[in-house]
């Protein structure tokens, strides 16, 4: 007996539940400035600190004991995720008139800031949250510590000790030959004024001292720094200012985080709208990196709430953003934020409440994740100005409210239907103040209608079965009859209908993350998969680690591919599903600089691109044009690897253009300059990598153990039997 509750325990610890991680799209991200929420500690207040709460720019006392004490509060609104204001150590200096109460002045990356706690109370806060279903997203800064010029200038510690500061650092920088970029830790090219090229990742935002990811010290420190949450609990992070650093160091940093467990990770790519001058889409869209904060819709769904709009010209404008996403609903929506007007700072209308209640509920019922910003349940706006740092008062508590119930109800609602998580997306009905989309996954249909107009009766087109339907906010009642729907729309009315039924064979909503390299566990979530089954990667059996009728976790297999997306598909009770797309990495990669002399291949063009035959590759990258004669991208390489990339030109938005030039690298380092002629010891046009080295089995020794308790346990029963 006891044999088997050990058997039983190994077999827990070698493969975790499904269930042991959240699905982000069936959930809803609650955000909570740090500083604003609660003061649960009133002995780390000081210094800076204005216990009168008037002035916007010191610190008021909220911290992690202060967030922990409150976790009832946040639960009730049914939400299952918080996102928490950085909570790395900041400086302890004012800067530019400010303190970094905001948490986005970090000086060290393994400390927590005193004003917080300590990393005691940031676990405790984890443990606490779980009990309540809720687990914690933390917001990370890997492109900048804190200002260059201001404050502490750019000091930086590691878990105490101090490593240099962006004056220090100059005297140790150079001139990188391929970037041409001075550097060091940081890099030392001035402040960004031209919001393009290699400005926009390699020169210092607003002042802050910008670091150089590549050092390969800095890589590791940032990535240590990270681990310490992700080890600490922590299910996610919200990376900063995504926009100015180097997509392939990204990728690479991403990689290695995921590799201690599925993760939530999304990235803050600021731009207020999404204009075709923007590399956002095609950046995000090639790669997919990482989900993004929706924050170019935003100010759309602000305007036409909040003050005037026509919901057919938004209906529209959101189509469009969401087809540019492989994966809408991993990206997430939001109405208020510390770094934008409240909306209710904003709306002038009479009816702004109403409006807001409207607002919330399509963040809500969009392709995908909402996030609350904290008070947005309780109304929470300020007297004293508008935008940063006034929309972020001091938290009032208020659940009891109309937003409350809203929110309570919807997610709720997301928990169960499957078409809010991870449903498609098309307008049924849309004119300047009513709307109707429907949204399906599978069995499960959701139809959300409003109008913010005269008092309206709409009559759709709509196949659901014939019936009276009930909407999940008011009750309101919508009648289906041979194919038509008609329901009765008040002025600012927002209703949602839904349909849950069985989901009869396999159907994958999501993957988190998307992407993987081999031996990385992901969760594919979705409906119909039954007890049990198969689950092929690029057409390679993954290792299935747990399975249920709605989750399973898997290991990414090895396959010999140059692809840069693998088709995932689950197949159960004979029935195959949906393909879901994974970014494949072949594995054991570094963040490296492949370069292109331009003199070399006689190009003196602008928008070139590089296309190769590795999977890290095999999207199309652009290349930056240094001062000092070289194209340059970064990416994830394997060590060791041989490949050859072709060139194309072309913008961001448009065809590439094939230019018949084909380059070849090896990665014998982290710098890799291509070449025109394949590397010597190659005998054979470059092959895809595929020999890696850290696979399930050499890693993970749990496998082992249990083949032998196993053997073990036969041989026990036998010897019993046998005496
Ligand atoms: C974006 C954050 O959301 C903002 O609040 C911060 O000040 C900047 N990044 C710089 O870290
Ligand atoms: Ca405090
Ligand atoms: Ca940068």
Known sequence: MRLVK?????LLLAFPAVGAYPVPERGVVYQVMVDRFYDGNQSNNGPFYDPEHRNYRLYWGGDLEGLTENLDYIASLGVSMIWVSPLNDNINKMAHGSAPYHGYWTRDYKRIEEHFGTWKDFLKLVEEAKKRGICIIVDYVPNHSNPAMDGEFGS???NGTKITDYFEDTKNASVNPITGIREEVYHHNGNIFIWSGIQLKYANLYGLADFNQLNPWVDSYLTEGARLFIENGACGLRIDAVKHMELGWLESFYLRLYSERPLFIYGEYYTPSPGKSDDLYEFYRYSNVSPVLNIPIRADIVKTFGFVGSLETLSAQLGDYYSRFLYPNKQLNFLDSHDLIRFLNGARREDAVERFHMALALTMTLPGIPVIYYGDESYLVSRDGKGDPYNRPMMVFNNTTEAARIIRTLAKLRKTNDALAFGDFRTVYANYSVWAFERTFGAHRLLVVM???SPAELSINLDWPDGTYADVLYGAEMVVENGKATVELPRNSFYVFHIEREQEGPLIGSLTPYTARPGQEIL??????????????????????????????????????GKAWLDVVVETGGKVSNVAKLRYYSGNGVPALIALN??????????LWIKGNLSELAEPRPLLKSSTGYYFTVAPLPKGASFSVELYEGPYWGELRPLGVKLYGFVNSTVVVLREEPHATETAPAMPTTTVVQGPIGENPLPY??????????????WKKRG
Do not use: C
Not at 598 to 607: C, H, P, Q
Not at 705 to 718: D, E, M, Q, R, T
């Open 156 to 158: 930086l510690y590691d």
């Open 6 to 10: 050990v058997i039983f325990i190994v």
């Open 598 to 607: 331009a003199s070399l291949v006689n190009l003196s063009r602008a928008n």
């Open 524 to 561: 594919i979530a979705g409906a119909g998969f039954g007890s049990g089954g198969r689950v092929t990667i690029g057409g390679v059996e993954a290792r299935v680690l747990s399975w249920n009728s709605t989750e399973i976790l898997v290991e990414v297999p090895s396959t010999k591919t």
């Open 451 to 453: 109008n913010k107009g």
């Open 705 to 718: 153990l249990l083949a032998a308790l196993l053997l073990l346990g036969a041989a026990l029963i036998i």
